[in-house]
């Protein structure tokens, strides 16, 4: 709880684990949605060679071609690319056998003729062409197996790639060799999934012993890297079900609350639902509930797990609680995705009711919609959103209806049947 | 020590295709690259040899192997004699006149030996290093001057030079022996006295005099096309001459160089090597403008009538004087751009019948639309519309064939160290892969599609794969009509930029792209088209369409550096009172704002 400060700070959302990768080690910047071309490549040079012509104007071309879907003329260009690698001007060739990498790679992705088998062949072409890639490609390499659901085949391929040894290179990889050990423990935890549910049975048995070996696999190397500051939402689910399979429900606490009240790991909401789902699963009680949630609130107020904290403080008898429900049910309808959500609503209407025994609820209430009277009839009380309401959900109509001179009681709103039954009349 | 075992085997690794084999403990070859041990193991026979103690044997096989890796010992002008006839018997297959090669382009190439001091000469260029190699100097004079005599009269034979005597005592056998003389500091510093490069410079020179219809443009576009060897020309030397280490600096060739470049270096070889005039380009010659034009005009689709108003315009100019067109030291000492210079004339052939100011020609276009029997009219409107889009496929289709253009030779040049040729071998079969399997994926050859060598850009008419329909037979009924017995253009206007000449030292930059855009589109989009024709820049043709303007309207102003500002303020179209074109020759016009008629 203390280690709110940093919580509390501007969230950005972490949207894609490809794009977190652990990319500060390299200095080529190897964003997998955007290969850093030097621009240079794609300007003419008043000194330029015909060979450099000639590869700059292919470059275009191929560019075109794949920004147009136009796969088989990329492929056509492609052929006489590779003459790139060739060049004689050294300080390029790092950027040049990338360069042909990712374009290889994106095309064998989407030609319709391309086969497993060439995409194998170019990936071992371009590991051994040069040792700066070779953990990437590795790791491309496998996610492009598990696409083709050669769940095993990745996993060797991670594995080999665990193994690989250059001198200082690895060395200055490290962060990357991290990243591959985090998916080859995935992988062993998708296939220990696979050979759960295929002997569902009895788990401890002396057959699965393979079973048990990727898992002792699997938890060692996940445990080490759950260590190291990072988004690892994915990560942390299967070692925390792998976990609470073999009962170590102490470890998987910990590695949970680390995660999500460590300073050191970015802030990151996942972390705190996760926490809150476990606990759940395991019957805590509801004030862990409740200061998981209370968190979550502070980071993502919009988030659905605030219509369970909600529903958890209007068990508790405490007034206050009451009223904590009340905000929180507002905040969430702040936000439109819950504008229609019939459950929101009545969870609204079901707050309203009990604040309604309370002394001075009335000023309680305008209180807390003072800031939005002027913008809140706007977003969820006028004639449109009545005719809609009542043609898609009347039962939602209904509750808003109630509420409406409740939350907004000086104002005359128009969300009411009349004028759409005026409307349609005319 | 491995290497002695497993030097003979020089397969790529099937996993990472490195050649950098090792062996294990157990005898099996194994890849030090990417550790893959493969079946093969060391050569039983090869361990009992060595525990025979027999050195001899080994040492004796390893000097033979040695050898033949290494080759003849040869010099740099021999590989450029070699590429040279290659070059020449290209064009002879062509169909090029035999005597282009044995009485032209062979005494031109003997003549710059002996003039750059390379051969035919006993005071021969020598660097420092070469000399440390030139041991017994009696010798050398003595055998050089015997191949001398003997190879004057043999055009096939290579040069004599002073290695053939001391091949015995060089250390450094591998690649030419004297390539560090070609670059070593002094020489650098004047550029290489040979160089791939020359090579064109020479035939374009011997082409010239052997007046030959090949033009510069030509000759740059086979070897583009790689009709004529150029690019990794070096390939085609015998196997007994390495190409190795240096040599790749002189011989690798990484771009074709551009039309004026090799004129600028034509210019500096015909006044080094101070020859004497050039046979007369005379009007039957087809380097002549007046038979040139007629396949510029055919080309370009444009009405063969046009012909007789270019060869009028000559005619006036005074530019049909075959003077003007033969290269001579006193009279004519600039080496003439026979294209550049028909395509200026065409041009200036069609300011004058169309204006090209962009009023002028669409009145008169839609003039000819208006007359009833329009059929057998030339409209320039039609003309431009065919030509546009004949125009945008053609370039886009050389813009397709840049980028599917193959630079690097299946034979490498090696740099002497081992260990940058191995990594060169190893990018050259990684690229040769990626480009197997995208050749596979694709079904087409990377590379660009062999097409058969011809004299023009465009196909005009209505067979298959035509650019469209010919206008050859078009008559200019419409822009011409007949005055006083002559036929006279309807047009009575010319427009033309400043005539004055500028200081090429003083103002190296082109003024074509201040003047671009000033200038009428039309005008533009015709410099475009001739300027994609000869595959020349828009401003060399621009210069050259100034210069004939100079000739026709002969305005001779000089320009000082004051004046340059106004040169451009003068740019602005001009007109001012009709005159004939006769009496503005006549007079050599006073102004440079002169308009004029066709008589």
Redo the contacts between chains.
Sequence with gaps: MDDLDRELGPYEPVEDFSDFSVDNSSKGGTNVKHPNVNPTMCLETPR???????TR??L??IREAILHHRW?EA??????Y?????D?CLPLAQQNKEL?WRI?IN??HH?P??TME?YN??C??????GIRHHLMICLEHSFHLLLHGQAEDAKWQLSSAESWRHGKESAAQHQRAKLIQAYRSLLDYVIWCDKRFSNSNNYFDSDNQGMHNNFRQASLNLKDILKSPGVWDSFILSYTDMLELYDDHEEALKILNDYAYNNNFPPNPNAHAYLYRYLKRHDASEKNLMRVLKVLHILVPSHELMLDYSTLLLNSENEADIQKALGIILDMLDFTCWRTNMDVWKCLKAVIQRLEIQEDWENFVCEKMALRKDWWPALHFTSFHASKDLEENPELWKVKASLEKVLCPKQTLKYTADCVTNGKRT | MDDEYTAGYREPCS????VDWGITDECHFYCR??HNVIERTRDVEDTGFVQGGSNKISSIRKGSKKKLERGHIWMVCEGFQFILRNQANALLRLGVSPQFKDDVLCPLWRLFLQKSRLAYTSNPVKSSKFRVQDVNSDSDSAAESSIMSASATDGESNPPSVADSNAENASDYSGSMDVSSYLSARLRRKRSPLSMMKTLALIHLALVWSREALTLSDLLRLVNEGHVPY?NAYEQLPEEMKVVGKDALLF?V???PSHRVVHKEAQALVLFLQLPAFPPVTCETLLHPELLSLRYLTDTNLPDELHLWVCRLMEQAGMADQTLHTFDPHSCPLLPRYDVQTAALIIVTMKFLFGLDDHTEWNLSNEVGNQSDSGDLFNLRRWYRLMQTALMRAQQRR??D???????AKKLIFPKNNGAKRT?M???R??????L??????S????VQEVSPSSFRFCWGDEEGSDGPSLHHMKLDGVVSQKHNLLTPSNSTYWHPGLKKCDRRRCPSSHYSDMEPTLPRSFVWLLQLFSFLLDVKPSDLYEEVLKVERQVIGTKTHCDVSSRKKKTRTSARTKSSPRTLERTCLTGGESGKTVSDSS
């Design positions: 330029e060679t015909g060979f450099h012509r000639s104007i292919c275009e071309q088989q492929a056509e260009y492609m052929a006489c590779p003459q790139l690698l060739e004689t042909l290889s095309i064998l030609h003729n391309s060439d062949n170019i071992e072409r371009m590991k051994h062409s | 996993q990472c295709s490195a690259s990417c690019v690798r990484e771009s074709i813009r397709q840049i980028a599917r253009k193959q630079w690097k060169m190893k990018k050259k990684i690229a040769e892969q990626v480009q399997c995208f050749e596979k994926l694709s087409r050859p990377a590379g």
